[in-house]
């Protein structure tokens, strides 16, 4: 294992290698398949190393950020990747060069440049931070495991607020996915810390709140925001943000000590100048294999890629489609180097599950969003989602990390989870 204090292993260049940027959802998944294969083939790591490279030691499980306690939130990287023999580089990676193989990652040692064999590129996406006055200085996040805690500490620093005021005021812009998830926890959250009369808004330029949902979703959102007493403003644009709030194009003024962004997400930048093929969302696109198009030597996978799913789509920007494009591209990477045939992934069924506070969860299946369930029947799909399903094995037992890594598709949650487990 390699750490800050320790040079990095000169002969890891030596040997060949498969190097992983990214320890998050498809990076882990990644090395964890890349792993497996390996091992299946009897290929020691002293013939073909794999190394991830991560900005902390951190595994988060960014999906829960939302919740008003991620304490639990994180598992150390360390631990996951010591028993199968991955090496681990704490460091920040500022350029890839695809035509040289190699990757400059700067360490608290200083800047390294690391070549690879094949590389699997797995750097997530981060939040869009338009250009308004504020956003940056004001505007809280959720978006990383840093970013949710910064803006814990802040609404703790608010404390018993008894009066109705600009502090027990609470302005989320962005009302997609995850600005609805954070705004169905506030109320409780507010409540839990003792600020009464809480105010929460819920806001967003789109005429809809949930706008890709569909229908019969959006009116069950705005039914669970509802009775949660969340106000919802739609068809507005934040010009301004400010220590006390925000203020809109057409001049009106919100007053909120606590103003959260959570509207879109763009591949992580560091892509956008490599020599690829991307989307509109900055994604490089791969094939069913996650290799890189026109670049067999890199595979992506996570939020960072495009791949297509074999149904006519493409994956979205999600967990659920994060991690099985990393067990294929840790596969794949694997079975590219050594000649051998690479697996198609396909993915038949595309579901969502929204948690919606105390009022209970909502899950959609197909592209069209068909409500399958709703309210707190939901909600303890949502929680094993959440606590258990996409978190990897923490036994240390290398068999069940193996087993983590298998390049298939998983079947969805059960329908009928009767207690929240976490
Ligand atoms: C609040 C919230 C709720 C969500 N809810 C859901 C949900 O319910 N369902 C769902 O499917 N998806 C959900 N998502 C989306 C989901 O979290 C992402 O799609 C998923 O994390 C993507 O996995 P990834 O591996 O591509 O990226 P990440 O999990 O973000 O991992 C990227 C990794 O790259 C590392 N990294 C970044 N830059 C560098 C660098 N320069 N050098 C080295 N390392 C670097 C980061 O440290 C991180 O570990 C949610 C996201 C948020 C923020």
């Known amino acids: 294992m390699l750490r800050y204090n320790e040079p990095i292993n000169p002969w ?26 390996l091992d299946e083939l009897g290929v020691s790591s002293n013939n073909i190393s794999i190394t991830i490279i991560n900005l902390d030691g951190w595994h988060s499980i960014r999906v829960r950020n939302y919740e008003p306690d991620i304490t639990n939130a994180r598992v150390s990287l360390a631990k996951i990747l010591s028993p199968l023999g991955i090496n681990l580089i704490i460091g920040d990676v500022s350029d890839v060069d ?4 190699s990757v400059t990652v700067s360490t608290p040692k200083g800047t390294q440049t690391l070549k690879y064999d094949r590389l699997i590129l797995a750097l997530g996406s981060i939040l869009n931070r338009p250009q ?8 809280f996040s959720i978006d990383t495991w840093n970013e949710a805690s910064a803006f814990g500490k802040h609404l703790d620093g608010l404390k018993n607020q008894q009066e109705a005021s600009v502090k027990s005021a609470v302005l989320i812009v962005g ?5 609805i998830e954070l705004a169905c926890e506030m109320p409780e959250r507010l409540r ?6 809480g105010h929460i808004i819920l806001a967003d330029s789109n005429s809809h709140v949930g706008a890709d949902m569909g229908e019969e979703a959006q009116s069950i959102i705005l039914e669970a925001l509802s009775s949660l007493g969340i106000e919802v403003l739609t068809d507005i644009q934040i010009s301004s943000i400010d220590n006390n709030g925000a203020i809109l194009n057409d001049g009106t003024r919100i007053d909120a000590k606590t103003v959260v962004w959570t509207a879109g997400m763009s591949a992580n930048p560091l892509v956008l100048g490599l020599p690829v093929n991307h989307d509109d969302l900055g994604r490089v696109i791969v094939n ?7 670049c067999e030597d890199a595979f992506a996978a996570g939020d960072i890629a495009a791949a297509p799913l074999g149904d006519g789509h493409y994956s979205v920007m999600s967990c659920q489609h994060a991690r099985p494009m990393g067990r294929f591209a840790g596969h794949n990477a694997v079975n590219h180097l050594l000649g051998d045939e690479m697996l198609t992934m396909k993915i038949d069924e595309y579901l969502t599950c929204l948690d919606l506070g105390p ?12 409500v399958v369930a709703s309210g707190l029947a939901v909600k303890a799909i949502k929680r ?3 606590c258990k399903r996409v978190y990897p094995p923490q036994t240390g037992n290398p068999r069940d990390l193996l087993d983590f890594g298998t390049p298939v598709i998983q079947a969805p949650p059960p329908d009928n989870l009767k207690s929240s487990s976490s």
């Open 384 to 386: 094993n989602i959440n």
């Open 359 to 370: 009022w209970g969860a909502l899950r959609t299946k197909g592209w069209d969003r068909q």
């Open 98 to 101: 695809l035509k040289l193989h």
């Open 12 to 37: 890891i260049s030596l040997l060949k290698n498969i190097l992983v940027i990214g320890g998050g959802f498809s990076g882990l998944a990644s090395a964890l398949g890349a792993a497996r294969r």
């Open 288 to 294: 069913s294999e996650m290799q890189v198009i026109d």
């Open 132 to 139: 308004i006055c504020g956003l940056f200085e004001h505007g």
């Open 175 to 179: 009302a997609g996915l995850t600005g």
């Open 192 to 197: 839990a810390l003792g600020i009464r009369n």
